[in-house]
């Protein structure tokens, strides 16, 4: 990350922040997160070696908000957002990520990062409305603008291989989706051209063999290897659109392995008649293995 990227704060402001509890301004909608107020450090030696501080904002969808993690926040409204969501993860793990603002909303699209969804304002206005420079973004966008939600709810009711509603998916991955991304990370860059914008992609959900697929009697062979398939073409798709965007991305693809949808012991909320929008979104140990993957990838930009 460029030294413009980052902030140099007090050791006691940090644990302020980090301490203290204290709820801060947010922007219209987003949740509440820690904020710390200006402290002096006792001795020039300890602002000598105070650690750079990185203010993070979090946008995007449900695997950035972590629906499939009540409780919710309640001030997150239908945009579930959970304490056990990764990007929050990322941040009490690494204490140098001060996480100023967690925008990212469950069902959310494209549109809504310019658009009011969920009762909240657009995203990028809310990036743009934190107090404060935001030296870090990250954000997982894309899978509701393919239709993924209900692509999987067709395959648990049908054959979504037999009906087409795969390959219609693969279409809208290969030809629809490209622009959009383009036109949202130009968005993203242009709320502030000197925050560094970290797109995160998506995790595979089925097993990559048949002998670990157990439980899922509604899911044939072909559905789970189709399955996987259009992940890793969404995920190859977001990639370079990011790379062609001059943003950074980071692959998750590989998050869940042995921890997928229908293995024995899964890190996913599974999908079936009960749950609503928890279903097919990674729990706790989920969201934990994506941080893990993450977070080293933010700090080497330090």
Not at 102 to 111: L, M, Y
Not at 213 to 242: H, K, P, Q
Request: glycine share 8%; charged share 20%.
């Amino acid at each position: 990350m460029t030294r413009r990227a980052v902030r140099y704060l007090s050791t006691l402001a940090v644990a302020a922040a980090l301490v203290a509890g204290s709820v801060g301004a947010t922007v219209p909608g987003a949740a509440a997160v820690p904020s710390a107020g200006p402290a002096r450090p006792h001795t020039r030696a300890a602002a000598a070696t105070a650690e750079p501080v990185v203010r993070y904002a979090a946008l995007g969808d449900s695997y950035s908000s972590g629906e499939g993690n009540p409780p919710f926040d309640p001030a997150s409204g239908n945009c579930h957002r959970s304490a056990a969501a990764w990007p929050r993860v990322v941040a009490r793990q690494d204490k140098r990520i001060v996480i100023t603002a967690h925008i990212a909303c469950s069902g959310a699209t494209s549109k809504a990062l310019r658009r009011r969804y969920n009762e909240e304002p657009p995203q990028l206005r809310q990036l743009r409305l934190v107090p404060g420079h935001v030296d870090l973004v990250t954000v997982t966008i894309g899978g509701n603008d393919i239709g993924f939600a209900r692509v999987l709810a067709d395959c648990f009711l049908s054959d979504c291989v037999l009906d087409g509603a795969l390959a219609r998916a693969r279409t809208r991955i290969r030809k629809r989706l490209p622009p959009v991304l383009a036109r949202d990370y130009r968005g993203l860059v242009a709320a502030d051209r000197e925050s560094t914008v970290v797109v995160v992609g998506y995790p595979r959900l089925f097993p990559t063999s048949q002998s670990r697929t157990v439980g899922c009697r509604w899911l044939s062979r072909r559905e789970r290897i189709t399955l996987n398939r259009l992940a890793a073409l969404l995920d190859r798709t977001i990639s370079r659109s990011a790379r062609r965007a001059g943003v950074r991305y980071v692959s998750v693809l590989g998050a869940l392995d042995r921890h997928e949808l229908c293995s024995r012991r899964s890190w996913v909320y599974p999908i079936g008649p009960r749950g609503g929008q928890l279903r097919g979104h990674p729990l706790a140990p989920g969201q934990n293995a994506i941080a893990a993957i993450v977070r080293p990838r933010l700090a080497a930009l330090r």
